[in-house]
């Protein structure tokens, strides 16, 4: 079946202890991007990638990093988290070229 | 900067027509998609508009007017499953570029 998975779905976690949200993909897609979505603000980029070793910023990348060693793998990491990062993650993929977006199911975490 | 403006929420009857607008303001324009998220989901896709004039696909269509800054979403012939918030998104800059901006979300609300 093709697909995005994220794990973990859920995490609480403390502020400044690193984590790391996986995102992986099996339809082979070159793009691959995180989003945050929050109430009132909607969904916003936080970096996105168009293919292996390749990363660019989006709209809110402070805080987070990156990085796409492998086509099918696209990991967000929160080196030092705070609560203002408390929010629902969304990974995504899709071929190059203004495709559709396929979403993955989403991370809820908060930071405490 | 940046900006996409939808209304927050709309209401409508089973059967009807609804219509949600999305207008932008932004540095660069290379499409405009739109998707549709259940509650407690990720989003779907629905359509993409690059080229001014209507997409029609079974009960949705969207139109594009880049001259105006415009686009808006038609759901005809509603059905209680279409209660969904619908999420406008501008790809910014020239074509192949990542860079994706949403609007807020319009909450449409479904009654018998």
């Known amino acids: 079946e093709a697909q995005v998975t994220q794990n973990p779905r859920y995490l609480i976690t403390v502020t400044g202890k690193k984590l790391t949200v996986t995102c992986s993909q099996n339809?082979?897609?070159?793009?691959m991007s995180w989003y945050r979505q929050d109430p009132g603000l909607g969904l916003r980029q936080i970096y996105y990638s168009m293919n292996v070793e390749v990363t660019d910023k989006g709209d809110v990348p402070e805080g987070y990093k990156v990085s796409r060693k492998e086509k099918r793998n696209f990991p967000l990491i929160l080196e030092s988290p705070s609560p203002n990062q408390t929010s629902l993650y969304f990974c995504?993929?899709?071929?190059?070229?203004?495709?559709?977006?396929?979403f993955g199911p989403g991370t809820r975490l908060t930071v405490t | 900067g940046q900006n996409i403006d939808q209304p927050t929420e709309m209401t409508a009857t089973e059967g009807a027509i609804v219509q949600i607008n999305c207008t932008y303001q932004t540095s660069g324009f290379n499409g405009l998609f739109w998707y549709q998220q259940h509650a407690g989901e990720a989003p779907t896709f629905l359509s993409y508009n690059v080229l001014d004039g209507l997409e029609e696909k079974g009960r949705f269509s969207s139109f594009l007017s880049r001259s105006k800054g415009y686009s808006y979403l038609l759901l005809k012939e509603l059905q209680m499953k279409d209660s969904a918030s619908y999420l406008c998104?501008?790809?910014?800059?020239?074509?192949?570029?990542?860079?994706?901006?949403f609007g807020q979300g319009t909450t449409l609300q479904v009654k018998p």
């Open positions: 339809m082979n897609h070159e793009y």
């Open positions: 995504a993929s899709s071929l190059l070229g203004n495709y559709e977006q396929y």
């Open positions: 998104a501008v790809i910014l800059g020239s074509s192949n570029t990542g860079k994706l901006i």
